[in-house]
């Protein structure tokens, strides 16, 4: 049963820094994938980052080069450093778990970011 918790989450203005963190507790070993999505209001959520057991990244083009997703497997954590904020940065951030082994995603319940002019 895996829990996900995101945190981190505030006001920022343009050109800012913020770190989203996302603590995960339960039977979490093996295989997985750690991802973060963003949705925006009418708008489609989106993948913005993400990374596997073995380190491996992948990023949206948008935040190519501005955001770093890393994890800490001793503690079962995964950021997302958001640097060089925008406007259009400002979302909810979430966090989604997925093992392939045990056939299992798991959503986080999102944090608020908000980047200001």
């Known amino acids: 049963q895996v829990q996900l918790v995101e945190s981190g989450g505030g006001l920022v203005q343009a050109g800012g820094s913020l770190r989203l963190s996302c603590a995960a507790s339960g039977s979490t070993f093996g295989i997985n994938i750690m991802r973060w999505y963003r949705q925006a209001p009418g708008k489609q959520r989106e993948m913005v980052a993400g990374?596997?057991?073995?380190?491996?990244?992948n990023y949206a083009d948008s935040v190519k080069g501005r955001f770093t997703i890393s994890r800490d497997n001793a503690k079962n954590t995964v950021y997302l450093q958001m640097n060089a904020l925008k406007p259009e940065d400002t979302a909810v951030y979430y966090c989604?778990?997925?093992?392939?082994?045990?056939?299992?995603?798991?959503w986080g319940q999102g944090t608020q970011v908000t980047v200001s002019l």
């Open positions: 989604k778990y997925y093992s392939g082994r045990n056939n299992l995603s798991v």
């Open positions: 990374i596997t057991s073995g380190g491996s990244t």
